[in-house]
């Protein structure tokens, strides 16, 4: 079991976005799905370690914004060159308007 | 005071390309003019309408061009139309090569890669290796020993750049690439950019794409014309020009190992026609700042942030005026280069990161 975090206020992310978050030394993304669902990743790209924050949400996919990489952020999945290794992916909960993550 | 010339070392597993490695130049952290989030988003944003459109008339026309062309086969009156089908297909698969593999023609992705598969084929450019070098050109723009694509290398080959606008030298390697690739032989260099997974697919698309070639050149041989060949393969090298003419522009006499677009990239005004054939990659800097912005975003995305950049040469000739002298003065003194000045409105370059460069008259 990890250790519960809180990441951001629930409405610090827009809809279809991503907020990067930075916690002991450690990067992460936080999502806000179209429908209003929270997920959470490692923040940097498995590329070259590029912030995802900075990239576009389209749907369940994150672009990294600097070779396009796809990765679906639902599930951690790399969706195909030139990303390749999968992203690590954690649990999110949201509580009286903030958003937690498990690290 | 003499600057003595220094040589480039220009091989990705050579000299240069360790000491980019030593002197954090491979994989550094690259100057972005800073845009407010909910506007980058909007630019962002994918649709599959204007690339729809624009492919509709690029493989219409194409296909208008070609059976003019077949049908006044044998007079001169086919020239002219076998000169616009090759621009669209060796200059106008160029820009689509580049967008769809990036990803941002088209929002629907399924339709980006057909287009890129079409395209690369067009190009002679492996899908594979070209979707990873054009990755390192991304992230190593113009750093000696780093980046594959850099196409004007100093001193410049002036010859080789000639040879460029017929297409010459890239069909050579286009083919001769594709040939060791289906005999399964994956180059040293090609290595230190596409992972080992990939490599496999490097192979068989070269021999897929072989196979159309010899069939195109046996159907060339049984019909005693080189009519096939002028349709496949053969507007690689004869409309090959334009991309040429508008792809020198992009980085050409201008600063090699710094980690400022503003400083190695060039934008240019450029007519509607060549805009179209190069899908807006006139805003060269722009792509390379941001480079999820899909081409036909990218003339908002230049009225955005043009105050953070060397203002855009005002056409192709004016362009030219520049570039040309300056390759000139690099075949005396490679370390010559075009410094580009920044509007007073701009962020001044890191002269901490790039001392000479920024410093330069
Ligand atoms: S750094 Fe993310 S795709 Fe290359």
């Given at each position: 079991?990890g ?16 907020i ?14 179209p ?69 | 005071?003499?600057?003595?010339a ?103 992705r ?80 090609e ?65 090699d ?10 934008s ?18 722009e ?54 000045e ?20």
């Amino acid at each position: 079991m990890g250790e519960w975090i809180e990441a951001c206020g629930s409405d610090d992310v827009e809809e279809e976005d991503v907020i990067r978050f930075d916690h002991a030394g450690r990067v992460f993304a936080i999502y806000r799905s179209p429908d209003d669902e929270y997920f959470a990743t490692d923040g940097l790209c498995t590329h070259e370690h590029v912030s995802l924050a900075d990239g576009l949400v389209m749907d369940e996919i994150i672009e990294c914004p600097k070779h396009n990489g796809r990765f679906n952020y639902k599930t951690g999945e790399a969706k195909g060159a030139p990303v390749c290794v999968n992203l690590r992916t954690y649990r999110v909960k949201v509580e009286g308007g903030a958003v937690f993550v498990e690290v | 005071m003499t600057i003595a010339a220094t040589s480039r070392d220009y091989s990705l597993i050579g000299r240069d390309s360790a000491l980019a490695v030593a002197n954090g130049l491979a994989a550094a952290e690259w100057y972005h003019t800073d845009v407010e989030r909910k506007a980058m988003k909007a630019l962002m944003q994918r649709s599959d309408g204007p690339a729809i459109r624009d492919t509709a008339i690029w493989i219409g026309a194409m296909v208008v061009f070609a059976g003019l062309g077949i049908w006044f086969w044998g007079s001169w009156i086919a020239v002219p139309f076998f000169l616009a089908y090759g621009v669209l297909y060796g200059s106008g698969g160029d820009s689509r090569w580049h967008e769809c593999g990036h990803g941002t023609a088209f929002k629907t992705r399924w339709m980006n890669d057909v287009v890129y598969q079409i395209a690369c084929f067009m190009m002679m450019r492996n899908p594979v290796t070209w979707r990873w070098s054009h990755a390192r050109h991304h992230t190593d723009t113009i750093i000696v020993g780093r980046d594959p694509e850099i196409s004007v290398m100093r001193p410049p080959d002036l010859l080789r750049v000639v040879l460029s606008f017929v297409g010459v030298l890239d069909v050579w390697h286009g083919l001769t690439d594709m040939v060791r690739n289906a005999a399964g032989v994956v180059s040293a260099e090609e290595k230190t950019f596409i992972p080992e997974m990939e490599q496999a697919k490097v192979v068989r698309v070269a021999r897929i794409w072989a196979a159309i070639y010899a069939v195109t050149i046996v159907v060339a041989i049984a019909m005693g014309s080189w009519l096939p060949l002028v349709i496949v393969g053969g507007p690689r090298l004869y409309g090959a020009w334009h991309h040429v003419l508008t792809g020198l522009l992009q980085h050409g006499g201008l600063a090699d190992n710094v980690t400022d677009h503003r400083l190695n990239s060039r934008s240019v005004l450029m007519n509607p026609v060549s805009r179209f054939i190069y899908w807006n990659m006139n805003y060269h800097v722009e792509h390379h700042m941001f480079p999820m912005v899909p081409y036909h975003a990218l003339p908002k995305l230049h009225e955005l942030i043009k105050h953070d950049l060397p203002a855009a040469n005002s056409s192709m000739w004016d362009a030219y005026r520049e570039m040309v002298p300056a390759f000139l003065r690099q075949l005396r003194n490679e370390d010559y280069f075009l410094k580009r000045e920044l509007p007073a409105t701009a962020k001044p370059y890191r002269e901490e990161l790039h001392g000479d460069a920024a410093a330069a008259e």
